[in-house]
C-alpha cells in the first residue's frame, strides 16, 4: 500500500520507521511518503494560515499550498478530465475531522484494502473548505474522526489510523491468528490473559487456564468476553430489541 502524508509537522511521523510499521516499511509492504506542506507555499514567508473571512478566533489554513500539495501526490487533472479517479481503485484522500465518520475497526479493514491513501493533516481551526469541495470533485474523500474530544491538529490522529490500518494489510502482522482473537474484530473485548509465574503476589492464575481441557478454556474465555463487554462497553452488544 502506498501512504502519503500531508503536514506541517513532518518529524511527527518519524516514530513510523518504529516497530511493525517499521518493519513493514523495509519489506516494502508499506510505502510511506511525508510531504511538509510549507515546502508547496509559492509566497516568501512561507505561510500556511490566513484569518479567516467573517471573522472569528484562530486561522484557517490557506487553499494554495493544500492545492499544490496534493496536486503533486494525486497529479493535477481538471475535475472533468478525471473520471477514473471518481472509480474504485484511485486514491482515497482522507482529512481526519471531528466533523467526520467515526473511525471504528470495521473502517480501518476497508481502507486496509486500498492501494492509496492520501492523509491531510489540517491545525489550527481547519483548512479552507474550498479544498474539500474541490477533491471531493475529483476523486474519493472523506472526513474521518478518531472521537469526540479536541485535539490540536490531525497528525496525532493520523498516526493512530496508519497503525490500525497498517496491521491489516497481509504479512504485517506475523501471526494472523493474532488479528482475528482481537479486541473488536469479533464485536465484544478481548478476554484477560495470564502467564508464568501461575501465582503472583498472592493472586493466581484461574485453574482452567492450567487444566488443559481446552474445551473448558474456550468457554471461559468466550464467557469472560461477554462478561467484560457487558460490564464496560454494553454499547458493544447486539440490542435485544
Ligand atoms: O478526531 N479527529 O480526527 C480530530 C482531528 C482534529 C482535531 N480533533 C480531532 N478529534
Known amino acids: 500500500m502506498r501512504i502519503d502524508i500531508v503536514t506541517i509537522f513532518p518529524e511527527f511521523f518519524d516514530v513510523l520507521d518504529l516497530s511493525l510499521l517499521g518493519k513493514a516499511r523495509q519489506s516494502g509492504l508499506i510505502d510511506l511518503g511525508v510531504h511538509n506542506l510549507r515546502d508547496s ?34 497529479g493535477s487533472d481538471a475535475p472533468a478530465a478525471a473520471p477514473a479517479a471518481q472509480a474504485e481503485g484511485g486514491p482515497i484522500l482522507i482529512f481526519p475531522s471531528p466533523a467526520g465518520d467515526q473511525f471504528t475497526q470495521a473502517m480501518a479493514r476497508e481502507l486496509s484494502l486500498e492501494q492509496h491513501l492520501v492523509f ?39 498516526m493512530a489510523m496508519i497503525e490500525a490500518i497498517g496491521r491489516l494489510i497481509p504479512g504485517v502482522v506475523g501471526n494472523p491468528a493474532s488479528l482475528v482473537e482481537e479486541s473488536h474484530e469479533d464485536g465484544l473485548l478481548e478476554y484477560p490473559s495470564y502467564t508464568k509465574p501461575a501465582s503472583w503476589r498472592g493472586l493466581e492464575v484461574p485453574p482452567v487456564l492450567l487444566s488443559g481441557n481446552h474445551g473448558a ?15 464496560v462497553r454494553p454499547d458493544l452488544l447486539p440490542r435485544t430489541i
Not at 51 to 69: C, D, F, H, I, L
Not at 130 to 135: A, E, L
Not at 217 to 231: A, D, F
Open 217 to 231: 478454556i474456550s468457554t471461559w474465555r468466550r464467557q469472560q468476553q461477554i462478561e467484560r463487554t457487558e460490564r
Open 41 to 74: 507555499t509559492i509566497d516568501r514567508h512561507h505561510s500556511v494560515d490566513d484569518t479567516p473571512y467573517g471573522g472569528g478566533a484562530g486561522m484557517v489554513m490557506k487553499a494554495e499550498p493544500w492545492g499544490a500539495a496534493l496536486d503533486a501526490i494525486l
Open 120 to 158: 491531510g493533516c489540517g491545525r489550527y481551526e481547519g483548512i479552507d473548505q474550498r479544498v474539500v469541495d474541490h477533491y471531493s470533485q475529483r476523486g474519493r474523500v472523506r472526513l474521518v474522526s478518531l472521537g469526540d474530544y479536541v485535539l490540536n491538529g490531525g497528525e496525532v490522529a493520523v
